[in-house]
């Protein structure tokens, strides 16, 4: 990965230096015909799956709303749960950290390695440590960290981004991956075979056997968790590979970042998040690879098990009460693949390792919307609200997103909207004005241009202006009612 990076808005998450926002990365974006190829190829397929595994339920609507309970449940009540996992935890002889931001997990991460005395480790696909740019601080301490998903690896030796939460790698196809393994792998380790095609099976050949080395002589690996059970301390990956089982099950020391939110309060609740997960997010009845751990076992994985709890900005968006619906997320991208936005610009447009809806309403919220770039993703959407209606637990994004866009006018992020909005809300909270714009609106109407003027004119770029009637509603109600 690029070491050219910054902290935006101070919490953490990694952007490349320079980072536009969003309307300018996207309009790059669409232009790139491969790209979207790639994506639209990608995102339809697994939607269609998606839709097909879903429909076999017949209860998916009572699911739902179960894993939308237990959450909001959860966060209502996330200080007992959290000291709760955490006594559970250290009783099953594990320990605890807690890191208020990206920097306090990265020192507490890097010291845990070099304790060890190792300089390198191995790790299980996590969102929270590209969130806090993990990578990026062991490598300034002399740490090689390998990437063990095979998206994720993808994305490491081509020096990339990943640009989708369950597959980093979609904008990538078959013919780029074997030029990125064929050209970069030697440099990382096993080199790729001689004679490498771009056949699925040779591919994913080359990538068992270049981990494989890995694997056998890593002896600290770093994980994420998709969920962690309060009651027994019990921390849960769910996988497609078999990858993060080795990373789990071979090192001697194993170091999980987590965000606070991923906790669940019972083993009774983790059986929703089984059946709603593997659906949304690979169209699966079940993950073919789900490992559970807690604490350690003498002579069974790893003997030393350490957990960061990871905040970063999650406090502060569970005080919202419109916002902090978003911390229900379980990463499951079936929000991206319905995306019509997302589609077209791809994950790397939004500038953050969360792209797509869910990350236009999780990131200004982690990071705020201080800058440019944060304070245009609520406005990253068409607001069509496919995203709530396939989310499995029921994060009503357009919601969110209205509310994160009055935040940005309200903070004067956009002055053109801002004055528009204030402007409208003196008009409608008068009945005599409001009337007298109707009737001057609709004698004028002739002289409407079909685009709008300034910096307006973006908006009329694809789609004309509506044309207004003759004469407004209330004018023809008065003249025709009874």
């Known amino acids: 990965m690029n070491s050219a990076r910054s902290t935006a808005g101070g919490t953490g998450d990694r952007t490349f230096l320079g980072m536009p926002a969003f309307p300018?990365?996207?309009?790059?974006?669409?232009?790139?015909?491969?790209?979207?190829?790639n994506l639209r190829h990608a995102t339809h397929t697994i939607r269609d799956?998606?839709?097909?595994?879903?429909?076999?339920?017949a209860d998916w609507a009572q699911l739902r709303a179960a894993g939308k309970a237990v959450k909001d449940?959860?966060?209502?009540?996330l200080d007992r749960y959290l000291v709760q996992l955490e006594e559970a935890v250290t009783a099953a002889g594990g320990t605890v950290h807690w890191a208020a931001d990206a920097d306090e997990a990265n020192r507490i991460v890097t010291g845990l390695v070099r304790a060890t005395g190792e300089r390198e480790v191995v790790?299980?696909?996590?969102?929270?440590?590209?969130?806090?740019?993990?990578?990026?601080?062991l490598a300034a301490a002399g740490i090689t960290a390998y990437e063990t998903d095979l998206a994720e690896l993808i994305v490491q030796l081509g020096d990339d981004r990943p640009s989708h939460i369950l597959v980093p790698a979609i904008h990538r196809n078959r013919s780029e991956i074997r030029e990125i393994f064929a050209d970069r792998m030697a440099a990382w380790g096993r080199p790729a075979p001689e004679g490498l095609t771009d056949s699925p099976a040779e591919l994913a050949e080359a990538a068992r056997l270049h981990l494989r080395e890995k694997f056998l002589r890593a002896r600290v690996a770093v994980s994420g968790a998709n969920f962690m059970v309060a009651e027994t301390g019990t921390l849960v990956v769910v996988e497609s590979e078999g990858n993060g089982r080795m990373c789990l099950t071979l090192p001697d020391t194993l170091i999980s970042v987590v965000g606070i939110e991923k906790v669940v309060p019972t083993w009774r609740d983790l059986e929703v998040f089984l059946q709603l997960l593997p659906r949304s997010s690979?169209?699966?009845?079940?993950n073919p690879y789900t490992s559970l751990w807690t604490g350690t076992t003498d002579g069974d994985g790893p003997s030393d098990v350490h957990l960061v709890?990871?905040?970063?900005?999650?406090?502060?968006?569970?005080?919202?009460?419109?916002?902090?619906?978003?911390?229900?997320?379980?990463?499951?991208?079936a929000c991206l693949n319905v995306c019509p936005v997302y589609e077209r610009a791809g994950g790397h447009a939004y500038g953050s390792v969360y792209p797509g809806p869910i990350g236009a309403i999780l990131t200004p919220q982690l990071r705020g919307t201080a800058s440019e770039l944060d304070a245009s993703l609520p406005y990253a959407s068409s607001l069509c609200g496919a995203c709530y209606e396939v989310c499995p637990v029921a994060i009503d994004i357009p919601e969110v997103l209205v509310h994160l866009r009055e935040r940005v006018a309200e903070q004067g992020g956009h002055q053109l909207e801002r004055a528009a909005m204030t402007a409208a809300g003196y008009v409608l909270d008068h009945p005599a004005a409001l009337a007298a714009a109707e009737r001057?609106?609709?004698?004028?109407?002739?002289?409407?241009?079909?685009?709008?003027?300034?910096?307006?004119?973006?908006?009329?770029?694809?789609?004309?202006?509506?044309?207004?009637?003759?004469?407004?509603?209330?004018?023809?109600?008065?003249?025709?009612?009874?």
């Open 49 to 57: 799956k998606r839709a097909r595994a879903v429909a076999e339920l």
């Open 123 to 137: 790790k299980v696909k996590s969102m929270a440590t590209q969130e806090i740019g993990l990578n990026e601080a």
């Open 440 to 482: 001057l609106a609709s004698r004028t109407r002739r002289l409407h241009p079909r685009r709008m003027p300034g910096p307006g004119r973006a908006w009329t770029d694809t789609r004309d202006l509506p044309e207004l009637p003759a004469e407004p509603f209330r004018d023809w109600w008065r003249r025709n009612r009874p």
């Open 73 to 77: 449940h959860t966060l209502r009540h």
């Open 309 to 333: 709890l990871l905040d970063n900005g999650r406090t502060a968006a569970l005080a919202d009460q419109v916002g902090r619906q978003a911390l229900r997320c379980i990463r499951c991208s």
């Open 282 to 286: 690979t169209a699966e009845r079940m």
């Open 24 to 37: 300018q990365a996207a309009a790059r974006a669409v232009r790139d015909e491969r790209l979207r190829a």
